[in-house]
């Protein structure tokens, strides 16, 4: 009998480690102990970022100022990512020196109850960490060779000469930006006529404009009805009966919560796991954190949810996490753009100041491509701030000044009084207060 049972080995190792420096009989369960730390640390934002970054360097070589020409070693590049996420698994396995993990597929059969194989496991506490994987919509014959996902970008030899994606959302913007500033040649299929639809109209019209700067076409209003490799290329056939050939071709268009691992009627799963604002699901001791609940697929959402979870298991008072205080981004170049709060797309129905400054206002701004940049920050009629858009170099960084003023309830008479340093992006978010 365990104390607690933590099913998926992606963040949820956060909350064992924790759970088991308490006391607690702790056991983590993962299907392949190689991928402990998650998709964020294996397939995702640590190795896709580290990609993004070394592609920035190729494309600030463009930049007449400099005599060079620089391109991507990518066989170096998946050397040295495999290399740091072994390391970084490792660490992690020492984390767990006090967790008996258990290499396995586990099936959660019924109340308390997990099958490992042949055995049965049980534990006074259930918590369901199993992620998401790629949504491959029908028609699509995805073989990882010419029609792949993201995964397969993270161990590509070399890089094709041109790709098409489908996709528009952060894997989609995020790849294209990767691949246009590595000197591929990038197509971006979307099936609606606009790009980031929740986002503020500017910042979704200048994140296009900054694609298209290099060198990224747009193909809007596109839907996919089918794609397969064949000797003249992927064949792409449209819903409206229209075709292409592309050598290769990237499929972003969502992920999908992995719910397999319930076998347990109590349960209720739809396309996700259904839990409450404490993350319980509709059985009682038996939880669900991270993609496979389907409210947010973000890693540092994740590891909030699973240390909530596993703080309440241990008998302290937790508040509800806010998923609105959670930062939201998406790691385009030359700008990332990063939200926290209430946005414009979610306060339409209410009373609210909005304030927008261009970076283009700051002279910082030339030099770092960065002039079609926005801050965009709104407040409440009592001038409490409400949330933030921001499109900047590095913005996922610079919102950080953003979501802790959301999270400690400052009001822009408050935020004003912070002197920013010059020349810096940040002194475009103490503007943006003072006009609040």
């Known amino acids: 009998m365990y104390d607690i049972i933590y099913i998926g080995g992606g963040l ?69 990512k495999d290399k740091l996420l072994k390391n970084v698994t490792q660490v992690i396995k020492k984390q767990c020196a006090n967790v008996d993990l258990i290499e396995a597929d586990a099936k959660l059969i019924a109340p308390y109850k997990v099958r490992v194989n042949e055995e049965v496991l049980e534990a006074k506490n259930i918590v369901i960490g199993t992620g998401s994987s790629s949504f491959i919509p029908d028609g699509i014959e995805y073989d990882k060779k010419r029609i792949i996902t993201s995964d397969e970008v993270l161990n590509l030899d070399e890089l ?9 959302g952060a894997i989609a913007l995020e790849m294209a930006s990767f691949f246009a500033s590595a000197q591929t040649e990038v197509t971006i299929i979307y099936r609606k006529e606009q790009i980031l639809a929740k986002s503020h109209p500017l910042i979704a019209q200048h994140i296009q404009k900054e694609l298209e700067k290099l ?32 050598p290769m071709l990237l499929v972003a ?14 349960i209720t799963v739809n396309r996700s796991i259904e839990t409450d604002a404490f993350f319980e699901t509709t059985l009682k001791d038996h939880y669900a954190v991270g993609d496979c609940y389907g409210k947010l697929q973000l890693a540092h959402a994740a590891r909030a949810e699973v240390l909530n979870v596993t703080e309440r298991i241990l008998g302290k008072k937790v508040e ?24 414009k797309s979610m306060l339409q129905e209410s009373e609210y100041k909005e304030t927008v400054v261009p970076l283009s206002q700051f002279t910082y701004s030339v030099y770092n491509r960065a002039v079609d940049g926005l801050v965009i920050l709104y407040s409440d009629t ?22 802790m003023a959301v999270a400690g ?27 609040l």
């Not at 794609?227 to 449209?238: E, M, P, Q, R, S």
């Not at 397999?260 to 109590?266: H, N, R, W």
């Not at 009592?382 to 979501?403: D, H, K, S």
């Open 320 to 343: 509800k996490v806010n998923l609105n205080s959670v930062v939201k981004f998406i790691n385009t170049l030359p700008m990332s753009y990063a939200y926290i709060g209430e946005i």
């Open 409 to 435: 309830e400052m009001d822009a008479k408050e935020a004003k009084k912070a002197v920013l340093a010059h020349p810096t992006f940040s002194e475009a978010i103490g503007r943006a207060f003072y006009k």
């Open 382 to 403: 009592e001038g409490f701030i409400l949330g933030g858009e921001i499109l900047a170099p590095n913005a996922q960084e610079l919102i950080g000044t953003v979501a």
């Open 160 to 168: 094709p000469k041109k790709i098409a994606i489908y996709g528009a």
């Open 12 to 80: 949820n190792y956060a909350g064992a480690v924790v759970a088991a420096k308490q006391g607690k009989k702790v056991a983590l369960i993962e299907k392949d102990m190689s991928q402990l730390g998650g998709v964020c640390l294996h397939k995702g934002c640590i190795p896709s970022k580290m990609f993004l970054h070394y592609a920035n360097i190729v494309a600030e070589s463009e930049n007449p100022i400099l005599n060079a020409s620089v391109s991507l070693n990518m066989q170096e590049l998946i050397n040295k």
């Open 253 to 266: 268009t969502g992920r999908k919560a992995n719910i397999d691992v319930i076998e347990c009627e109590d």
């Open 215 to 246: 060198g990224v076409t747009f193909l809007l209003e596109h839907s996919i009805k089918s794609a397969k490799d064949t000797k003249k290329g992927v064949h792409i056939v449209f819903e409206d009966g229209k075709s292409i050939y592309t």
